[in-house]
């Protein structure tokens, strides 16, 4: 697992901390057991209800499919993730299995199934890297995906490479990440930010 320099305000799982969306990937391929590890991972989530609505889309490099998923993304993400070996589009179905009513927390149970993602891939020295830019109404079009399924957000996954081979501006970002402070994100009773 990747190391990082990142420290938290409590003694938390190194996992978690040394958890990060690279940008920089290699060109070595990903088994078959590597990707569909991640989307077993993935599964585990809690979710209301065992619905687990989410479903995940994927395209591997060269693939037939590549060139379509690759086209949904704003050309920012495109620089960096042409080198990634798998595009992912990460769905939520919006109503429960057992009686197709809506369900509220089909996002939020969504989102749980991809940090478990992201999670081991970071324990397999897997980059998970999550992104929202990218052609949402296009995404449902080209995907054929139906209304009643959200789309969530797309993740370009791969083993971690050089950031060497990302362009100048992006190479002087290409390190984890802080976050806020605790207190700006927590409170006890009622709203105070």
């Known amino acids: 697992m990747l190391k990082t320099n990142r420290k938290s305000e409590y003694p938390i799982h190194e996992l978690i901390l040394n958890r990060w969306s690279a940008r920089s990937f290699s060109d070595e391929p990903m088994s078959e057991v590597e990707l569909m590890t991640l989307f077993d991972a993935a599964r585990w989530a809690q979710n209301s209800y065992n619905n687990q609505p989410w479903r995940y889309l994927y395209a591997r490099k060269d693939s037939p499919s590549w060139q379509k998923f690759f086209d949904l993304l704003v050309s920012a ?71 009643h399924y959200s789309i969530e957000a797309m993740f370009a996954i791969g083993k971690i490479g050089k950031k060497e081979n990302l362009p100048e501006k992006l190479q002087k970002a290409e390190t984890p990440s802080g976050r806020k402070p605790l207190k700006e994100l927590v409170a006890e009773g009622e709203f105070r930010f």
């Open 77 to 147: 993400n495109q620089v960096w993730s042409q080198h990634a070996q798998v595009l992912v589009v990460a769905l939520a179905k919006k109503t429960f299995d057992y009686d197709e009513s809506a369900s509220k927390t089909h996002r939020y149970d969504a989102g749980a199934s991809a940090q478990l993602m992201a999670l081991q891939g970071a324990v397999m020295n897997i980059v998970v890297h999550g992104m929202e830019g990218f052609d949402y109404e296009r995404a449902r079009q080209e995907l054929k995906v139906p209304q």
